[in-house]
């Protein structure tokens, strides 16, 4: 198998790079065991837990994060990178770049948006649950505590999200730091726990997974959905890797963080083989009483950045969508000068946390969210096992049975825990699915109306090379200056050129014609970035090409046009664009409550003086009417 090894894979494992991983990669994962081994046991703790059925849960919680998090992600997976960039879009480019067949393409596309869409719904309840989790250790310090466990959740997570415009590079330098001492922490409370009790241990065999399950069969299967629980996170291996790679991921994982958590869950078996009324909190009576108030802040400090993984997270993919033609323009807000995926969104900020708010107010618990959380991760998983099967068959060249033997099974598993989820959607598992479900309406509502609008343009448009051919007969005025018409559509006149003729009578002598191409992959190389093409005497033709990682800068890009011996004064340059007003067709290609979806969301688009960058005071836009 050959592919591009992740750029990480060439840096040396330092322990500033080991903690970086640990501080962004693995917040999510490791704050699980707050809540995952006791959401799994309390669906057998009507008439109290015996031995067997703990040791039962415990087995399929190790062997989940064996097989889907160590084998699927950390094996398997990581190898899928896409120029050193991983996470769900990148494998669909990936995946779509290796199927044939307009109907696979967009059903590989579907998956792609599917599990974005679900991506942004863990998004909103990872940190309603991880926060809410960490502060319910207050119940165990003190009953008493018990109606300040949400207004406080409250009030990290206003803070969280109101700090976000600050961008994450000075709070980084703690997160690895925390991180690092937070898995030490379980780690060795669950080993000093497993030792005084070390026939916990048995639950390492896989045996007594497979007894539980043949013993209980739905209800074991109805486990399951909160068994996963203990891999929510494992995406962010995957997702991540463009900014560690793929080495130092895996080597934190299999020596720090795996050993750690295993500990802890043994530790926590160990604790209520020992004492069934530790059901109550196992993760927190691990800890000796005079440890439990630190360990609630060490929990709280842990749950806000893993919180923060996840925010960054859907700032990215976010901004991938936008790229990539699923989402209308945003606001992307650079927060660092060096560092190019270090981005505020204000719009998915605020909506994020208008989210979260929600789901603390509605449900309380980190036990009632529970059900909510597992039907995100879980769908998020399958769709990324679809498109992994697709890629290291066609792209990598590996064997039908080859593939078959190692991606269906784990495919299984993935289904296995979606449909154990599937059955808690009464019970919140509702929640992502009505924010997947929007988000991908959304999606693809807005998809549909690009090609719609981009075929009604260059029906109505005239090619560019017909025009400029007979530009010299016209006898159009050509004023000094230099315009900038921006276009979607390379090889057809833009709209807004049509309109300044026939409104100004004018054509400024120098003209430059600018496409922007979003690229299926993370990053353009600068020598590929731009492509300039001379079509008649002082006008040009612009490609400029950007990665679904990048955010554009039209007006840096056009002054680098000296490099190719193209002249461009800024100062001299007006910007021409069209803004485009939508009608209803005589025979419409899209319903009308899709044409009034697609109206909003086009309305309430970012500028395009915003998004690429153009300074506003050198902008002319003009209106142009597009029945769709």
Same mark, same amino acid.
């Given at each position: 198998m050959s592919n591009p090894a992740a750029a990480g894979d060439r840096r040396p494992l330092t322990p500033a790079l080991l903690l970086g991983v640990l501080g962004v990669v693995y917040?999510?994962?490791?704050?699980?065991?707050?809540?995952?081994? $006791?959401a799994s046991l309390l669906h057998f703790s009507a008439d109290g837990v015996e031995a067997w059925e703990i040791l039962g849960i415990l087995s399929l919680i190790i062997w989940a994060l064996i097989l889907t998090v160590t084998v699927k992600y950390v094996v398997f997976v990581l190898r899928a990178d896409n120029k050193g960039e991983g996470g769900i879009l990148a494998l669909m480019t990936l995946a779509q770049r290796q199927t044939h067949g307009a109907r696979a393409k967009v059903a590989v596309m579907m998956l792609g948006m599917a599990g974005a869409c679900l991506f942004f719904g863990d998004g909103v309840i990872t940190p309603a649950i991880s926060v809410l989790s960490a502060i319910e250790g207050l119940k165990v310090v003190s009953p008493a505590l018990d109606h300040v466990v949400v207004p406080i959740s409250v009030i990290i997570l206003i803070a969280l999200f109101v700090v976000q415009f600050r961008g994450t590079q000075q709070i980084g330098a703690v997160f690895g730091p925390v991180c690092l001492l937070w898995f030490g922490t379980i780690g060795l409370l669950g080993l000093i726990e497993t030792v005084q009790n070390p026939q916990v241990l048995v639950a390492l065999s896989p045996y007594y997974a497979v007894h539980f399950a043949f013993e209980y069969k739905l209800a074991a299967f109805i486990a399951m959905g909160s068994v996963v629980l203990a891999v929510t996170g494992a995406e962010a291996l995957y997702a991540d890797m463009g900014h560690f790679g793929r080495r130092p991921i895996r080597a934190a994982w299999n020596f720090f963080v795996l050993p750690a958590l295993a500990l802890n869950y043994l530790g926590q078996g160990a604790l209520l083989l020992r004492d069934r009324s530790a059901l109550e909190n196992p993760f927190y009576l691990l800890a000796p009483e005079w440890l439990r108030l630190p360990l609630v802040i060490l929990a709280a400090a842990a749950t806000v950045i893993a919180s923060q993984a996840m925010i960054s997270g859907a700032y990215t993919i976010a901004r991938q969508c936008v790229q990539l033609g699923f989402l209308p323009r945003l606001s992307v807000k650079h927060t660092s000068e060096t560092e190019e995926g270090q981005i505020y969104m204000p719009q998915i900020n605020a909506l994020l946390l208008i989210g979260v708010l929600i789901l603390v107010l509605a449900f309380h618990t980190s036990d009632n969210l529970a059900a909510a959380y597992g039907i995100a991760v879980t769908g998020t998983f399958v769709c990324t096992s679809c498109l992994a099967l697709i890629v290291f068959r066609r792209q990598f060249g590996w064997s039908l049975p080859l593939v078959t033997a190692i991606f269906v099974p784990l495919l299984l598993l993935d289904i296995t825990f979606f449909i154990a989820n599937v059955?808690? %959607?009464?019970?919140?598992?509702?929640?992502? =699915?009505? *924010?997947?479900?929007? =988000?991908? *309406? &959304? &999606?693809?509502?807005? !998809?549909?109306?690009? !090609?719609? *609008? @981009?075929?009604? @343009?260059? !029906?109505?448009?005239?090619? =560019?090379?017909?025009?400029?051919?007979? *530009?010299? !007969?016209?006898?159009t005025v050509r004023v000094p200056g230099i315009a900038v018409f921006m276009t979607g559509q390379a090889d057809y006149v833009p709209a807004a050129l049509l309109h300044n003729l026939k409104h100004n009578k004018v054509l400024h002598e120098r003209v430059f014609f600018v496409t922007v191409l979003n690229q299926d992959e993370p990053l353009v190389p600068p020598e590929l970035r731009r492509e300039v093409s001379e079509l008649a005497?002082?006008?040009? $033709?612009? =490609?400029?090409?950007?990665? @679904?990682?990048?955010?554009?800068? %039209?007006? $840096?890009?056009?002054?680098?046009?000296?490099? @190719?011996?193209?002249?461009?004064?800024? &100062?001299q340059a007006s910007y021409f664009l069209g803004r485009e007003q939508l009608v209803a067709a005589v025979v419409p290609k899209m319903s009308r409550w899709r044409q009034y979806l697609y109206g909003g969301m086009s309305r309430n688009a970012v500028p395009a003086t915003e998004f690429f960058r153009i300074p506003s005071d050198r902008v002319v836009e003009l209106g142009v009417r597009v029945a769709i």
């Open positions: 917040g999510d994962i490791g704050t699980s065991p707050l809540y995952a081994f $006791r059955l808690k %959607i009464p019970e919140g598992g509702y929640v992502p =699915l009505v *924010l997947g479900g929007v =988000l991908f *309406l &959304m &999606m693809t509502t807005w !998809q549909r109306g690009r !090609q719609l *609008l @981009f075929a009604r @343009f260059r !029906q109505d448009s005239l090619p =560019l090379k017909s025009y400029i051919a007979r *530009l010299p !007969q016209s006898r005497p002082g006008i040009h $033709r612009v =490609l400029i090409r950007y990665g @679904f990682s990048e955010s554009p800068n %039209i007006p $840096r890009e056009l002054e680098s046009l000296n490099e @190719f011996g193209v002249a461009f004064e800024p &100062m």
